[in-house]
């Protein structure tokens, strides 16, 4: 049977429990999450007639705290997807130590076939769907795949309407003019940023020899892209839905960055379409790869960027890079984390490598309580204490229990939830 996001993540659990030794009581908790809220959203479009959309909100644990996690919009986005996610986010929360629990919400559509009017409607249909269950104190959403600070606006001002309150902190990725942090929007790439100079440090390599490809150029890879170049490293490969490019002589991000915004694609510099010019292409040293070739480009980091369940048994055995960031969520399966384990490249996990964005996000909604406001400054070294702390403490477990950094970073999770469970006298 083809795996799924919700089993992949139980698989890992499994492997990770053996070592944990919870009660049969604990590993029920840890395993399923505590309520799943779902309900179909209805939508009247423009032209008249009437749609429903699944919508759900899965919370998967708040023993650390609030729950915590945002919502996707895509039409993948069903049931098991959003419970994995909800429980990466449990597990993520507390691997950098920030007190809150875990969740995530969903609507199982296309936002791209919907107007301006119709998204704000479905947005605070959402809202209204579960106000119940949402609050500062009980459960803050997030943007997601397809949600972005105008979608979370709409959802802070359907809240608040709904509750007759003032609740900046009932929502985190709000746009600057309505209680957003400043950071927020490249807090992941920096977050992971951060963890990589960290091991490079320790590996005493330099940046200037390195060279890295990475998958996906939206928000994350993008920003991404842009710090590694500016350090000094040498980006090979880049690419989006479309396709990518590789050059071993290193690709200028800003210059991409550049021609996606006019042609809409990274490959837009060389290629319409399927029609690429070979002669441009081979006087830059550039050739197209696929998002497949990517992966297995000769390169010494391997950034995934974009989708879940791209590194698996079927590619992983071809991988070359040394080290794998996991900026995406899910982009490895179990079975390739063995083979990878096998071969010696270091994978730093989704629930590390991307707790950046969580981590500002906790920083936003503390100062929607306190009614301050951060400097730039201040949530870049916030930032990068929580996640080097986070990465100490994950390499310790890694060494001392001689686990792969992923069940290190579980198993770093997992005993700071248990430990809030017993605390609270959930369990014995
Ligand atoms: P985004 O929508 O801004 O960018 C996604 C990128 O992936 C785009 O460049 C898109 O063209 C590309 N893409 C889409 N389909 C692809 C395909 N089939 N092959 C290759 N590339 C493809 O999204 P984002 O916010 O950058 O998120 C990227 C990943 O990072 C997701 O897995 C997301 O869950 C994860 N993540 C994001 C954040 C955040 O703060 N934005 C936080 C944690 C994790």
Redesign the pocket.
């Known amino acids: 049977m083809a795996s799924t996001p919700f089993s992949r993540f139980q698989s890992t659990l499994t492997a990770v429990l053996e070592k944990l030794k919870p009660t049969t009581e604990e590993r029920k908790l840890l395993s399923e999450p505590q309520h799943v809220h779902q309900t179909k959203i209805a939508l009247k479009r423009d032209d008249g007639t009437m749609v429903e959309y699944p919508a759900f909100r899965v919370q998967f644990n708040n023993a650390r705290g609030p729950y915590k996690g945002?919502i996707?919009y895509h039409p993948a986005a069903d049931l098991d997807e959003v419970k994995a996610?909800a429980a990466l986010m449990a597990l993520?929360t507390a691997v950098v130590g920030i007190p809150f629990g875990g969740a995530k919400g969903g609507i199982q559509m296309d936002p791209k076939k919907l107007s301006k009017r119709e998204l704000q409607e479905v947005s605070r249909a959402y809202v209204r769907a579960f106000v119940k269950q949402m609050g500062p104190d009980i459960d803050v959403p997030?943007?997601?795949?397809?949600t972005t600070p105008f979608v979370m606006a709409w959802m802070r001002d359907e809240f608040e309407k709904q509750t007759n309150s003032y609740s900046p902190a009932f929502i985190t990725?709000k746009p600057m003019a309505f209680g957003g942090s400043l950071g927020?929007?490249t807090?992941?790439?920096r977050g992971g940023f951060f963890l990589l100079q960290e091991l490079i440090d320790r590996q005493a390599l330099d940046p200037a020899e390195l060279k890295v490809a990475i998958?996906?150029?939206?928000?994350?890879?993008?920003?991404m892209a842009h710090f590694l170049h500016n350090a000094g490293y040498t980006i090979v490969s880049l690419?989006?839905?479309?396709?990518?490019i590789y050059s071993a002589e290193g690709i200028d991000p800003v210059r991409i960055e550049k021609y996606k915004r006019k042609t809409g694609s990274?490959t837009g510099e060389y290629c319409e379409g399927s029609v690429c010019d070979i002669q441009k292409m081979k006087m830059d040293g550039v050739t197209k790869v696929t998002?497949e070739q990517?992966l297995e480009l000769p390169c010494d980091i391997l950034i995934?960027?974009?989708?879940?369940n791209?590194i698996t048994e079927k590619n992983a055995d071809r991988i070359q890079a040394r080290y794998i960031l996991e900026?995406?969520?899910?982009?490895t399966t179990p079975e390739a984390d063995q083979i990878l384990e096998k071969k010696g490249i270091r994978v730093i996990p989704?629930i590390l490598s991307?707790?950046?964005?969580?981590t500002v996000s906790y920083f936003e909604w503390v100062q929607g309580r306190s009614g301050e406001q951060w400097t730039a400054e201040r949530v870049d070294s916030e930032l990068k204490r929580v996640m080097l702390d986070a990465y100490k403490a994950v390499r310790r477990t890694a060494y001392r229990e001689k686990m792969s950094y992923r069940h290190a970073a579980f198993a770093v999770a997992l005993k700071r939830i248990l430990d809030a469970m017993r605390a609270r006298g959930w369990v014995a």
């Open positions: 945002g996707r996610l993520k997030a943007p997601d795949v397809n990725g927020r929007d807090a992941t790439a998958q996906g150029f939206g928000n994350v890879g993008g920003t690419s989006d839905s479309q396709g990518g990274v998002n990517l995934p960027a974009a989708l879940d791209v900026l995406a969520n899910g982009p989704d991307n707790a950046g964005g969580v």
